[in-house]
């Protein structure tokens, strides 16, 4: 395993277990929008790396190690980790964009950053099959990613617990755009993926302008 990936990982459970196992230490570090206002910047990169539970760290570890071999294998370590941070950036500027007045809201979680390893994995290689434990069929590697944002959709509307849901798709938006700069001739190579995978953050976007979030 890459040792960025691996420090990454490592750091992730860490961090999280610590969330576990001190509220304090969790209340301190999550994304909370009256905090950041308030001038707590580096609560947006530091709920990142705390989550839920087990099972919302599990699912995020699992997705990150299925995936970022394909964005190491093709544009290396040092990319890899700019697309992991950016995209946590992305997802927490996004997430902080649309609960700018909601000075309760609180979010935690690596998903911003995953999801746009995500979207760059599928963006290199969008045939790839993958069979997962509820499906029993393959399935291929541009679904997942719309079934995954759609998912999200559906629980930033119910708000039922406070996974950071907008920063899937601030994270989506960080792994589309930085790969498609490092590669811009998917554009025309793969141009059903690219505007396949656009198409859960047009309609996010088109939903939230129309107050449906």
């Known amino acids: 395993m890459n040792i960025i990936l691996l420090a990454l990982i490592a750091a992730n459970i860490v961090v999280s277990f610590k969330g576990f196992n001190d509220l304090a ?4 570090y999550e994304f909370h929008i009256g905090s ?11 709920s990142g790396f705390l989550h839920a539970d087990i099972m919302h760290l599990a699912f995020n570890m699992l997705t990150l190690y299925f995936f970022a071999p394909t964005v190491i ?12 941070l950016a995209s946590l950036v992305f997802g927490s500027l ?4 649309m609960h700018k007045d909601d000075y309760s809201y609180r979010a935690i979680g690596a998903s911003g950053a995953v ?36 998912y999200s959709i559906y629980g930033m509307k119910t708000k039922n617990d406070n996974i950071g849901h907008a ?10 755009v930085i790969t498609i700069l ?22 996010l976007f088109v939903m939230d302008k129309l107050g449906k979030l």
């Open 167 to 176: 920063a899937h798709f601030g994270g989506a938006v960080g792994g589309y």
């Open 73 to 84: 294998a093709e544009f290396g370590g040092t990319t890899f980790l700019l697309i992991y």
């Open 115 to 150: 999801t746009g390893i995500l979207y760059s994995a599928i963006l290199i290689n969008p045939d790839r099959e993958l069979f997962l434990f509820f499906i029993p069929i393959p399935i291929t590697g541009y679904i997942f990613g719309i079934i995954y944002l759609l």
């Open 25 to 28: 230490f969790f209340r301190k």
């Open 182 to 203: 490092k590669q811009p001739e998917m554009l025309t190579e793969n141009t059903f993926t690219v505007i396949v995978l656009a198409i859960p953050i047009v309609i």
């Open 94 to 97: 996004l997430t902080l964009v």
């Open 36 to 46: 950041i206002r308030a001038g707590e910047q580096i609560r947006m990169i530091t």
